[in-house]
């Protein structure tokens, strides 16, 4: 007995065809198409599809592979959604969203998705601050070895915190001004780890990509040794697929 169609991503007709494509438990990718929308789909072997690495990687990279082969407008769907009829997605998804479906491929052509994620070392970073500004390493000296009220405790804290935030907005502001001019359309998203600073993606024309990765190796230089900067540069356009 089968669990039903898991559905990865949505493109406009034709689609990709006869893509010899591998999906979640090894099952052979298939395209269906309905009111002049193509879904690549599979056979899903599971009622239910834990969100595990390996299964998050293998839903984008179905996505991944279609775009490789030349099919670069789609619209990604978010992990773990399988149907059971290709009626159920045409009374609840095409017949009240169709239109704006449409809209989406007509934004997202010629365009593509890139993310730009970075990290920094806070200890590190933390005592190059010290020791770039004396008065704050004097203050923080007197937690050392001193009793302090609690309110002075405090206020020394705030401080550095204070200084760190700022190190930090520093850093994104470089980021921001260098990058958002080329990007049609952007997105800041929540940081991923507690040594992540930033995490945006960016939505660019499709033959700007080298352009833009010169400007992250620019970036990169003037930051050598403070940041670790994760570009991605080839993804599906997760973030900018978003129905409203």
Same mark, same amino acid.
């Given at each position: ?70 099919? +670069? ?27 704006? @479906? ?8 010629? +365009? ?42 405090? +206020? ?19 980021? +921001?001004?260098? @990058? ?46 403070? @940041? ?14 978003? @129905?409203?």
């Amino acid at each position: 007995m089968g669990f039903g169609h898991y559905l990865y991503g949505i493109f406009p007709e034709p689609g990709p065809r006869h893509l010899a494509l591998e999906g979640l438990d090894k099952q052979p990718v298939h395209a269906h198409s309905l009111d002049g929308f193509v879904f690549l789909y599979s056979e899903a072997q599971q009622e239910r599809y834990l969100a595990s690495r390996r299964n998050l990687l293998g839903h984008e990279r179905v996505l991944e592979q279609a775009m490789e082969h030349g099919y +670069r407008t789609l619209l990604p769907l978010q992990f773990g959604l399988i149907i059971d009829a290709w009626e159920t997605v045409q009374t609840q998804l095409l017949n009240p969203q169709g239109e704006t @479906l449409r809209q989406l491929f007509i934004r997202l052509e010629g +365009r593509r998705e890139v993310g730009v994620k970075l990290s920094w070392e806070s200890d590190r970073e933390l005592e190059t601050l010290m020791a770039e500004n004396d008065a704050l390493r004097q203050e923080r000296d007197l937690l050392e070895g001193k009793t302090l009220s609690m309110d002075e405790i405090v +206020r020394i804290g705030q401080a550095i915190e204070k200084a760190m935030e700022a190190r930090k907005q520093e850093i994104i502001e470089t980021f +921001r001004q260098l @990058l958002n001019p080329m990007a049609i359309a952007m997105v800041e998203n929540d940081p991923m780890t507690e040594s992540m600073i930033y995490n945006a993606a960016y939505l660019i024309p499709w033959d700007d990509e080298l352009d833009f990765g010169h400007k992250i190796e620019e970036l990169d230089h003037q930051f050598e040794g403070r @940041l670790k900067i994760r570009y991605n540069n080839f993804t599906a356009p997760f973030n900018f697929a978003q @129905l409203e």
